[in-house]
């Protein structure tokens, strides 16, 4: 009897071990279907097989729902990456590809404007010397520089 009670005590610590190991692997990678009891039973196979199961994109897993959830998640102060295009929770402050918000804010500011501010100033001066040279005339300057200061602010 005692023989009994040891091995089936050994088969349920064995258990809960690779149940918790494998159970949190498939966390990991955005699984969160019972994978408690597959490492529970099956021990170091549900292990591999759960170390080779691919990476999920919980926001991608049904088409029509992932966009659903998309469109909520940046309603609610959500924001995507500008290096990944990962839609992430207003409480997360670095996407999964490890760009932080405030990165991906400064990559899209850098990218909506056209040219960097030296451009900028030195078309101005451009203009300024065109104008000056009556090439172009005063009110031709004016729109070209609130149409510079305009796509580049």
């Known amino acids: 009897?005692?023989?009994?009670?040891?091995?089936?005590?050994?088969?349920?610590?064995?258990?809960?071990?690779?149940?918790?190991?494998?159970?949190?692997?498939?966390?990991?990678?955005?699984?969160?279907?019972?994978?408690?009891?597959?490492?529970f039973f099956f021990s170091g196979a549900a292990f591999a097989a759960a170390l080779s199961k691919p990476y999920k994109n919980i926001y991608q897993e049904d088409m029509f729902l992932g966009k659903m959830h998309g469109k909520d998640i940046l309603k609610n102060s959500g924001w995507e990456c500008q290096f990944c295009h990962s839609l992430n929770e207003g409480i997360v402050s670095t996407c999964g590809c490890g760009k932080s918000r405030e990165e991906s804010i400064k990559y899209n500011k850098q990218q909506s404007t056209g040219l960097p501010e030296q451009n900028i100033i030195s078309l101005l001066k451009e203009y300024k010397e065109l104008m000056d040279n009556g090439i172009i005339t005063q009110e031709e300057f004016d729109t070209k520089k609130i149409e510079l200061l305009k796509n580049n602010g």
């Open 1 to 39: 009897m005692t023989l009994f009670f040891v091995v089936f005590i050994v088969f349920v610590v064995q258990g809960i071990f690779w149940g918790t190991i494998t159970n949190n692997v498939m966390r990991d990678k955005g699984y969160y279907d019972g994978w408690f009891w597959r490492g």
